[in-house]
């Protein structure tokens, strides 16, 4: 399989909705096991579609839930139930590849149950309360839906976040994605 380059802020793939995906194709099969190839070459904790240019709706997720079991999957055509109160945890810093070497607490819902159905057309839920799972899950529905967690900062803490992707040089040099296997953690 293959890392594919991450979309970063700015590329116009993160901007737009996705299509609900009607065939599970060998294209998109190809699809799924590079973005689990991609998360893992970036140390993510998941990755949905537009952040390797796809307009596919779907993510995958490799990260543990509240109990610390750890869920690796893919959701293709998911839905999302969000549930408990909006939670707002100043420690607790929400990142994104797509925002490369940022982070900031953002405010999400405690709990979040996500249904769809895998490669094998088999119904998925992944349900977590409290954990990087259930934050995960809410952060790549908002990638499905043309969103970025900075879309939920003020906009102070936006500016923020888009200045320093701009002083790393990502603008600068023209770039609108990365690839995970050329950086150093310390660049993203």
């Known amino acids: 399989m293959t890392v594919r380059p991450i979309t970063i802020v700015g590329h116009r793939a993160l901007a737009q909705r996705t299509r609900r995906v009607r065939e599970i194709t060998d294209e998109l099969r190809t699809l799924v096991a590079d973005m689990f190839d991609t998360t893992d070459a970036a140390n993510g904790a998941g990755l949905a579609a537009p952040q390797v240019g796809s307009r596919w709706r779907l993510f995958v ?9 750890r869920h690796r999957a893919v959701v293709i055509n998911p ?57 995960a899950l809410q952060h790549e529905m908002d990638h499905l839906d043309g969103s970025l967690y900075l879309d939920r900062l003020s906009p102070a803490l936006r500016r923020e976040a888009l200045d320093a992707v701009t002083q ?21």
């Open 79 to 135: 839905r999302l139930e969000r549930f408990g109160g909006l939670e707002l945890d100043e420690e607790t810093l929400e990142g994104c590849l797509s925002v490369p070497g940022e982070g900031y607490p953002t405010a999400r819902h405690r709990g979040a149950r996500v249904t769809g159905i895998d490669l094998e057309g088999d119904e998925v839920v992944l349900e977590d309360e409290g954990g990087v799972l259930a934050r």
């Open 61 to 69: 997720v490799d990260c543990p839930d509240a109990s610390g079991d």
């Open 168 to 188: 790393r040089g990502w603008r600068a040099r023209g770039l609108l994605t990365w690839d995970p296997r050329e950086l150093e953690a310390a660049d993203v």
